[in-house]
């Protein structure tokens, strides 16, 4: 029997340089994150998720691969990477690692060989064209600094391909060596013992003229061979899918686990419903959360969704319509500094205004939504952003850990931090900081660990159906998660105003709800029916 943990986890994403300097050299570590087990093992979160940890120029901050096989030398030795998982393990946190297939770093030995000599093996590991006009219906990810998805590279006298930056070209998966390499590199992690990948930018492994080159039938079918190799040697890790696309479009990345061969990912991110629950919470209007979940495809029982509200990347608008980019850029990106590429680089709290009913309320929506939930490093206790710095390094910045002016992130000199702790009112680390929450009952992390932890006493929440309660106002967003017999319906309040609603519930007599995270009892129904104040921004968690 495999253990389908993942259905009910929460997960929490870690970007190791930002999160605890053990050697006080001004970048996070490995061993840094091994000291902070016992706070992520009482938040109560199941899984880690760590951003790339391997050795690279850093030019996509770790997603350009220099060497799969090892660890880069400021986050430590592949001897931390093996205490961490062990000592993980050891708290019953298990931990995932990025796996990044569909492109190395220009740095990268294959690469290097490969531009020098056209008679080198590693030549054909990489996508090369004598014109850049191949593939033009593909279109540009990172907009704001790639013209093109072909670069030229003079050593080479050729073109290269490449989905994102320049310095990231990217492997040519009809090459049978590079399918082998990729599924020894997976192996080789698999090996120390992690519990699976997150599988980064899936869809565009394959190249085909004439389309739009994501999501075509052979990148499956290697995603397939993949898997089959990873069940084969290592049954029960898990694969997480990275694919920024519509429900219908992420609905074959699950492929068919009834079959043997078909299956692809246990999990993928539910990209669309990420903006949804932004503008719900803005226009005060579930409606377009509905029609995203309703466009949902069912996905087979040993899979499930990730949900998220934040991530290491700019809140993507990729999964939306032109008109409704606009709307959120409007909303949510005031300041052209907020913008990048088809997206906003902020974080969760300042995107809500700082205002704590918001950014309890969106948790609330995170935690009780269909699919398993992940939490971004420093959501937890509200940090903000610096949309000073470039790129997504704004959203990177040091875990703030207590009040000091360092954040308690490293004993080295701020100046010598590989980013700034972030200093504007009132998001520095002298009013957010893990210290003071923690001795605060009330806290924004005591509350979401509340959540957490009430979260995992229902298995609905993992397991459960999913079911729109119709209130007869698009001011709350409500639903029922049904598993067995545990009936949950949970209200969220999407607006500042009150909203009150009652809805048929039970013929039954002497039937009274409770609210599971105040651990209240409500009145019995009356007659049947449940009716319910919100105050603004109310959520609430309801048992029958
Ligand atoms: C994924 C990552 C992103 C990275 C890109 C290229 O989208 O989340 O951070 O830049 O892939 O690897």
């Known amino acids: 029997m495999i253990d389908l943990w993942y259905k009910d986890a ?14 006080a050299d001004g970048h996070g570590d490995l061993a840094g994150l091994t000291e902070k087990l016992d706070y992520l093992k009482e938040l109560g979160v199941d899984c ?31 001897d931390d990477f093996k205490t961490l998982v062990d000592e993980a393990h050891a708290r019953g946190l298990r931990i995932i690692a990025d796996l990044v297939l569909n492109h190395t770093s220009d740095q990268h030995p294959w690469f290097q ?7 080198s093996p590693y030549r054909d590991y990489y996508v090369w064209s004598d014109s850049d006009q191949k593939y033009t219906g593909t279109r540009i990810i990172f907009t704001d ?12 006298g050729q073109y290269f391909w490449h989905r994102f930056f320049a310095t990231q070209p990217d492997l040519n998966f009809d090459n049978p060596a590079v399918r082998e390499e990729m599924k020894k590199v997976a192996k080789f992690w698999l090996d120390m013992g992690i519990d699976g990948f997150r599988a980064d930018a899936v869809p ?20 397939k061979e993949l898997r089959a190799f990873i069940d084969q040697h290592y049954p029960g890790r898990v694969l997480l899918c990275e694919a920024n696309m519509w429900p219908e479009d992420v609905r074959p990345y699950f492929g068919d686990p009834s079959i043997p061969g078909q299956a692809e990912f246990q999990m993928g991110f539910h990209f669309p419903i990420m903006p949804r629950i932004f503008m719900a919470l803005k226009k005060g209007d579930v409606s377009d959360m509905v029609e995203i979940i309703n466009r949902t495809p069912p996905i087979p029982a040993e899979c499930q969704w990730c949900t998220f509200l934040r991530n290491h990347d700019e809140l993507t608008l990729e999964m939306v319509t032109e008109e409704e980019r606009q709307w959120m850029w409007q909303h949510y990106a005031p300041e052209p500094r907020m913008k990048l590429n088809l997206g906003i680089r902020r974080r969760l709290a ?35 952003d610096n949309i000073w710095l470039d790129d997504r390094n704004g959203v990177r910045t040091p875990m703030q850990w207590n009040p000091d002016p360092s954040a308690g992130f490293s004993d080295a000199a701020p100046e010598g931090f590989y980013a700034p702790v972030i200093d504007s009112t009132p998001y520095g680390p002298d009013s957010v900081n893990v210290a003071d929450q923690q001795a605060d ?7 979401i660990q509340k959540m957490i932890a009430i979260r995992k006493q229902y298995k609905a929440f993992g397991w459960g159906d999913f079911k729109w309660i119709d209130t007869g106002t698009a001011a709350v967003a409500a639903y029922r998660r049904k ?18 609603v009652s809805i048929p519930v039970a013929r039954v007599t002497n039937v009274y709800p409770i609210d599971i995270l105040g651990n209240r009892r409500l009145p019995p129904l009356e007659n049947g029916y449940l009716s319910l104040m919100l105050a603004p921004y109310r959520y609430l968690w309801l048992r029958i």
């Open 204 to 223: 565009y492994l394959i190249e085909r003229e004439g389309t739009g080159n994501e999501n075509l039938p052979e990148t499956h079918e290697y995603l």
């Open 145 to 156: 600094t790639e013209p093109s998805n072909w670069s030229w590279d003079e050593a080479a």
């Open 350 to 384: 300042p995107l809500l205004d700082n205002n704590r009913r918001k950014i309890e309320l969106a948790n609330s929506i995170l935690f009780t939504l269909t699919g398993s939930p992940i939490i971004y490093y420093g959501d937890e206790i509200g940090m903000g």
């Open 441 to 447: 009952p009330k806290s924004l992390l005591n509350t």
């Open 48 to 78: 880690l998720w760590l951003l790339p940890i391997y050795p690279s120029p850093l030019k996509d901050d770790g997603y350009d691969i220099a060497d799969y096989y090892g660890v880069h030398s400021t986050y430590g030795s592949v």
């Open 483 to 500: 598993y067995k017999d545990e009936r949950l319906l949970i209200f969220n309040n999407l607006t500042d105003q009150i909203q009150t």
């Open 113 to 119: 060989a490969a531009r020098q000599d056209k008679d």
């Open 10 to 23: 929460v997960f929490y994403e870690v970007y190791i340089r930002a999160y605890h300097d053990s050697n």
